[in-house]
């Protein structure tokens, strides 16, 4: 990756999982050397601190379950506006804070990418594809509806903000996946959106089917935001998330997706999610996002320090 300049932004929602802790996750990330790992690699980093919760908007939709809807309405209107206005220049990272931030600080991208004229492409890593409606959410914890939100699919109307601009599906792909459910099977069939989950990962391994997403992103010269589900990784190596999934992704293959996204020079703003420091085992699972990231800031093998738990 060519020398950027990185931006952090904390955003301590918790709203949208249904558990409390991830409002934790930035403290944690900054206590684990995020800025530092960054910096080490020649990159410059802005911390532009912890935003402060948004006073909640008076969202409605009528789904019973769903939680919080005001309080994270407010958030993804906010958070829309910051993702606008910060990738101006320079690259964003979010630290989360629960999934539904995805749903702002996308929407904030998508307008910018609409902006330049350039094509947005979204890499989901996450046991989850996060697709259900408003209208299908059964647990009523909206962080498993962003994607769904950010394609334009029909479920949103009154509960979250009117878009700016909607992701092309096409240019959604998924890596990880391996817990859906059947609103959510049902809805991406024929969605455009690409499923990568782990049987393709254990078929095929990661190597050549991100490197087909990266041509991919290249040929059409868009950009490029990962969002980085904790959930992604197994709970083996990473305890630290209130929806583990057994069967996840191993360290070396976690490793190895932020090396071929450094290598390709493509990334333009990532979005960290879903840690809860409330359930770590000190500190391992923040200790991993961090060294995840001076992956994707070009750490290579030969440099990387050797932990042991
Ligand atoms: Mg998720
Ligand atoms: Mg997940």
Known sequence: MTRRVCKLIGVP???GSGRRGCEMGPAALRAAGLAEAIASLGHGVADLGTLAPPPPLPASYPNPVLKNLPQVAAWVDKLAAVAFAESAEGMPLF????HSLS???IAGLARRAALLGRKLFVLWLDAHPDFHSLHSTESGNI???PVAYLTGQPGFAGGLPQLAATVDPRHVAMLG???VDTAERRA???SGITVLDMRAIDEHSIAPLLRRLLE???AEDGLLHV???VDFLDPAIAPAVGTTVPGGASFREAHLVMEMLHDSDLVTSLDLVELNPFLDERGRTATLLVDLVASLFGRHVLDRPTRSF
């Open 13 to 15: 929602v918790q709203d």
């Open 95 to 98: 630290m989360g804070g629960d």
């Open 103 to 105: 749903a702002g600080t």
């Open 143 to 145: 962080h498993g509806t």
């Open 177 to 179: 996946i391996r817990s």
């Open 188 to 190: 991406l069939a024929g």
């Open 216 to 218: 991919r992103v290249r």
């Open 227 to 229: 969002s980085f589900d």
